[in-house]
T-cell receptor, first 112, second 112 residues
């Protein structure tokens, strides 16, 4: 069964550094998402992406965040200048019609 | 604002016992409700959606608009049902269809 792939599984970075989290969605899917889960808290929506543009974003997704689909297969989340509070598990998801979401296994980001 | 509440963080039952995981929501529009499950060391995956009205792995969930609830039920729990269960909500038919609001999750443990 096709899966959403996320790399790396763990990322450690220093505060203020830029990080790029990578995702390869399922190949025929058209809708892409990033979610995050801070330890002990709920899974939170960050952004949705369709037709090469952001379709919706949450209040969390400020100017420090950006998403890109650089080559038609990868879907990336960039955090420009990481803060301690960005430490979380980041989940990528994709779907074909925006209904059933398929999640990746997540990237655990630790900001020191 | 939309909100999903799962009042139980932990739920323990014995194998063969009935189980009910509670979910309440608040939403002003027309919601679609989901249950997602995360088994140990696996990714988050869709268990069922209210509009499908299906039973998956013996689980059912009925949307009660009067009580704004979407409780997940299974008459006879199995050890393999042990997992984290998340209730989630989205706007039915809207452009933000894949934007899910999650509850905080319930860890179900089924003892032999």
């Amino acid at each position: 069964e096709p899966e959403v792939t996320q790399t790396p599984s763990h990322q450690v970075t220093q505060m203020g550094q830029e990080v790029i989290l990578r995702c390869v969605p399922i190949s025929n899917h058209l809708y892409f998402y990033w979610y995050r889960q801070i330890l002990g808290q709920k899974v939170e929506f960050l952004v949705s992406f369709y037709n090469n543009e952001i379709s919706e974003k949450s209040e969390i997704f400020d100017d420090q965040f950006s998403v890109e689909r650089p080559d038609g297969s990868n879907f990336t989340l960039k955090i420009r200048s990481t803060k301690l509070e960005d430490s979380a598990m980041y989940f990528c998801a994709s779907s074909d019609r925006g209904e059933k979401l398929f999640f990746g296994s997540g990237t655990q980001l630790s900001v020191l | 604002a939309q909100r999903v509440t799962q009042p139980e963080k932990l739920l323990s039952v014995f194998k063969g016992a009935p189980v009910e995981l509670k979910c309440n929501y608040s939403y002003s529009g027309s919601p679609e409700l989901f249950w997602y499950v995360q088994y140990s060391r696996q990714r988050l995956q869709l268990l069922l959606r209210h509009i499908s009205r299906e039973s998956i792995k013996g689980f059912t969930a009925d949307l009660n608009k009067g009580e704004t609830s979407f409780h997940l039920k299974k008459p006879f729990a199995q050890e393999e049902d042990s997992a984290m269960y998340y209730c989630a909500l989205t706007n039915a038919g809207g452009t933000s269809y894949g934007k899910l609001t999650f509850g905080q999750g319930t860890i179900l443990t089924v003892h032999p």
